[in-house]
């Protein structure tokens, strides 16, 4: 029984129901907290009663169920009913050799998980997401904030929110000012919601659901539930995370063998029955071929591959935080790209103040001041906003007066708001993008087109132009709820911000498209700004798309347009979003590098989320890599990091396919010519483990340079391709070698010919290791590999152990007759590939 102290007074689990209907205070109580939060001694004690924060499908796993759950494997599915069969005709060694493949598979496979798991873990722990709580140290103690795990909070915490903070669990809002938040996820509903911290409830307007996000404004809020007592735990739209183009391509290439190797041995009997009139005594050779197609050791593989890179990049500060991104990053040919802080130094420095004829005003600058001070400063909890302390640091005495409310900065709406005391009177003062102020402002066509113009005159200078409106507000209306939506305002003018190009980002920009990688920006800012901080990175930037003059064309005119423009402008969150979808449409596989909570969606569209570690919560917890700094040389590495596993994993793929898919062929065709079994059951599964041990060390292969320079991606018809041309060409190689064994060495009997066949097998699988990969070179583990190989399968047939396995020892001709067709081998081998992966960089695998 687990131990958890007793506390009576307190409801343990308050149901959802309950708190909805509540008023702020009742909800407190019911909860047993209050505004100044819980006290740390209780936290710990409720931590202990309702678990950890986690939702139930996050959870680690443990070693047995890790086991099992391979054990559902379709490979070791299939293995084990061939294993069954065997048995059921008393065909122990055979049952025996499956078993231990089986278990040898698993135990790797789930080891492999388990290292690769806590790995990852531990990696993921590095970028957790907080939440900021209100919590005091004893009864009578002041309250203090401080950042802790969101897998600490318990039921009756008070939690600070703000703009691009994940919702930490299910929460009831106690304050909120000017919040809406994105809760897709939950609903479906795309557009940001407005959330108010309304006493008499009505509705769910007061109540914010984990997996749900902020997109504007700040809030108080009391946790109401967490981990599997929550809204998200419990629907079906929990984690379930779509099935990656990796997952995908693995699963293919699986279940086509899968499906094979349930086909052989019903069509090898009847074959033999039909043609030797062999009954079921050729059920244990039967099986033994579908054995022999397996390629066993493919999770271990892959997960090795995958973890090593990962490894390898976490050194660099590059955090993978699934495995299977790491291939889908490799395989990335379009970047698409937020313009700030990417290609942009994001350290905005005030330029001028200029008034709606194009003069200098300072009274501009005062107003966007007014705007930027009263924004940050009635945001709880505050909230950096690099273009507003510029605009401050540049204007640091804005007058007397004192803030009524504001709404902070929306990246949809694209303004900001106060509202100020101005001596007597209230006024209202926006800012924000130009389109968006100006269709707010009272102005007369001629004078609106002509600040339009002014704008753009200042946007082709690369500044950052943001327009700046006032208007009286009457003392007696109270403070509106969504500021953004004030309509009527005059017209002040224009402050504009320099933001420096990135010195690194033009070298970054060339690497990326030397490796086959289309760099995109899609940016919020003017179409001006944008167009000319991007070809002064030397980004060739053709016609600028805007983003809004996108919204009336069909998905298949979108991908059209976007598949041509190297900037698309004024995007909101969802037209990111809308362009990596089109663009994902075209079939390309989309990376997508950003910060901000305008880049959520667009993240979550992409294949592969790219983030910096500086990021907000939400973005950091959507993207599946995350960068030390938001640095195009970084993702370089990880592109680099992903095409070299996935290299690997095609390499071991080819290999491993040809040489088994070979087997079966000449087994087949053997077993039908021959007067007796072309290979005793036993033979066949004792070579094809020491195939899987071997092929492990493909993991740990080198990089070809020529797979650096493309997009790389798992490709399962053009790997079935290659592996039925060279598994053919490696069954002509077990052909001629039957020939030779029986006209030109004259061998009779089963003994003498399974050996000559096992030394050759053996000794083309380690010719086949080293030739069927891009390059030439031989890594340490790969030497010592095809050197065990090779060694075996001369040396058992004269070990003590050969009588164990049915082999005899050869006279030494037999041993130059074998050299000689696997030299053959090797030769046609070299020559075919060398061809072929010469033209290599045409082609992908
Ligand atoms: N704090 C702010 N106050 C007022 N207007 C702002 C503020 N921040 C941004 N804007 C305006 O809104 C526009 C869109 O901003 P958004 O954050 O969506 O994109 P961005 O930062 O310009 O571009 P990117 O997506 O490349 O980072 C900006 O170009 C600017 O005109
Ligand atoms: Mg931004």
């Not at 969504?482 to 690497?511: I, K, M, Q, Y």
Request: hydrophobic content about 50%; some cysteine.
């Amino acid at each position: 029984m687990v131990w958890a102290p007793e506390a009576p007074s307190t409801p343990s689990r308050p149901a959802q129901g309950d708190i909805a209907a509540l008023s702020r205070l009742q909800a407190l109580r019911l909860l047993d907290s209050g505004p100044r939060g819980l006290v740390e001694a209780d936290a710990e004690a409720r931590l202990l009663r309702h678990g950890e924060n986690v939702l139930p499908g996050r959870r680690p796993v443990s070693w047995p169920r890790r086991l099992a759950r391979s054990l559902r494997d379709p490979f070791t599915m299939v293995l084990l009913a061939l294993g069954l069969v065997s048995a059921l005709i008393a065909s122990w060694g055979t049952a025996g050799v499956i078993v231990l493949l089986v278990v040898a598979s698993c135990v790797l496979r789930s080891n492999g998980e388990y290292r690769a798991d806590r790995s990852t873990a531990a990696l993921r722990e590095l970028v957790a997401t907080t939440a900021t709580v209100r919590r005091r140290p004893s009864e009578d103690a002041e309250p203090w904030e401080r950042e802790i795990p969101v897998d600490q909070l318990v039921p009756g915490d008070v939690v600070k929110l703000g703009p691009g903070d994940l919702v930490p669990a299910d929460v009831r809002l106690l304050r909120a000012r000017g919040l809406t938040v994105h809760q897709a996820p939950l609903t479906g509903e795309s557009a940001p919601v407005p959330k108010r911290a309304l006493d008499l409830p009505e509705g769910d307007d007061h109540l914010c659901r984990q997996g749900s996000s902020v997109v504007s404004g700040s809030a108080l809020a009391v946790v109401a539930a967490t981990g599997a007592d929550t809204m998200l735990a419990g629907s079906s739209a929990a984690p379930a995370r779509r099935l990656s183009a990796f997952d995908r391509s693995v699963n293919g290439i699986s279940w086509t063998l899968v499906r094979l190797m349930v086909i052989i041995p019903p069509v090898a009997l009847v074959a033999n029955a039909v043609l030797r009139g062999r009954g079921l005594e050729a059920l244990p050779f039967a099986v033994a071929v579908a054995v022999g197609l397996t390629p066993e050791m493919l999770p271990v593989v892959v997960t090795t591959a995958l973890a090593r890179g990962s490894a390898l990049l976490a050194r660099g500060g590059v955090i993978v935080k699934r495995l299977a991104a790491l291939h889908d990053v490799g395989a990335i040919d379009v970047l698409c790209m937020d313009k700030t802080g990417t290609l942009t130094r994001d350290r905005p420095v005030l330029r001028d103040s200029i008034g709606p004829d194009g003069d200098p005003d300072p009274e501009v600058l005062r107003w966007a001041a007014i705007n930027s001070f009263w924004t940050l400063h009635l945001a709880d909890p505050p909230v950096p906003d690099a273009l507003d302390e510029a605009i401050l640091l540049g204007a640091p005495d804005h007058g007397d007066v004192e803030g009524v409310d504001a709404s902070p900065f929306d990246p949809v709406s694209r303004v900001s708001c106060a509202l100020v005391r101005d001596g007597g009177a209230h006024r209202v003062v926006v800012k924000g993008a130009v389109e968006p102020v100006l269709e707010r402002c009272t102005l007369s066509p001629p004078d609106r087109l002509r600040a339009a113009r002014l704008a753009d005159r200042l946007a082709e200078e690369g500044l950052r132009v943001l327009a700046v409106a006032t208007a009286d507000h009457p003392a007696d209306r109270p403070a509106v709820h969504r500021l953004g939506e004030e309509r009527g305002l005059a017209f002040a003018g224009f402050v504009t911000l320099a933001d420096e190009p990135s010195p690194e980002a033009p070298a970054a920009l060339a690497a990326l498209s030397r490796r086959g990688i289309t760099p995109k920006v899609l940016t919020g800012d003017h179409p001006a700004t944008a167009a000319r901080t991007c070809r002064d990175l030397g980004l060739s930037v053709g016609t600028v798309v805007n983003a809004g003059e996108l919204a009336d064309l069909s998905d298949a005119e979108l991908a059209e347009a976007v598949g041509r423009a190297t900037v698309v402008t004024r995007c909101t969150p969802e037209q990111k979003a809308r362009v990596v979808r089109a663009l994902r449409a075209r079939g390309h596989t989309v990376g997508f590098l950003g910060d901000g909570v305008n880049d959520l969606a667009a993240m979550r569209a992409a294949d592969v989320g790219i983030c910096p570690r500086g990021a907000v919560d939400v973005t950091r917890e959507a993207a599946d890599v995350v960068l030390a700094a938001k640095d195009l040389a970084a993702v370089d590495h990880a592109v680099v990091a992903g095409r070299r596993s996935t290299g690997n994993i095609v390499t071991y793929l080819r290999i491993a396919l040809s040489s088994n898919v070979g087997n079966v062929i000449a087994m087949l065709a053997a077993g039908l010519a021959l007067p007796f079994l072309p290979m005793l059951p036993v033979q066949v599964l004792v070579q094809n483990l020491c195939f899987d041990a071997a092929q492990l060390a493909l993991a740990f292969d080198r990089a070809d340079p020529a797979v650096l320079r493309r997009p790389l991606r798992l490709r399962p018809r053009a790997i079935l391709r290659f592996v039925v041309g060279f598994g053919a060409l490696n069954a002509v190689a077990d052909l001629v070698t039957f020939a030779v064994l029986t006209w030109v060495l004259g061998v009779a009997g089963a003994p003498a010919f399974h050996t000559g066949w096992f030394i050759e097998n053996m000794l083309t699988q380690a010719v086949i290791m080293l030739l069927l990969r891009p390059i030439s070179g031989v890594s340490r583990p790969l030497g010592l590999a095809t050197g065990a190989l090779a060694a075996v399968g001369l040396l058992l047939p004269l070990s003590p152990l050969a009588s164990a396995f049915g082999l005899v020892a050869l006279p030494a001709t037999s041993y130059l007759w074998l050299l000689a067709v696997v030299g053959l081998y090797g030769v046609t081998l070299l020559a075919l590939t060398r061809r072929r992966f010469r033209d290599r960089g045409r082609r992908t695998p």
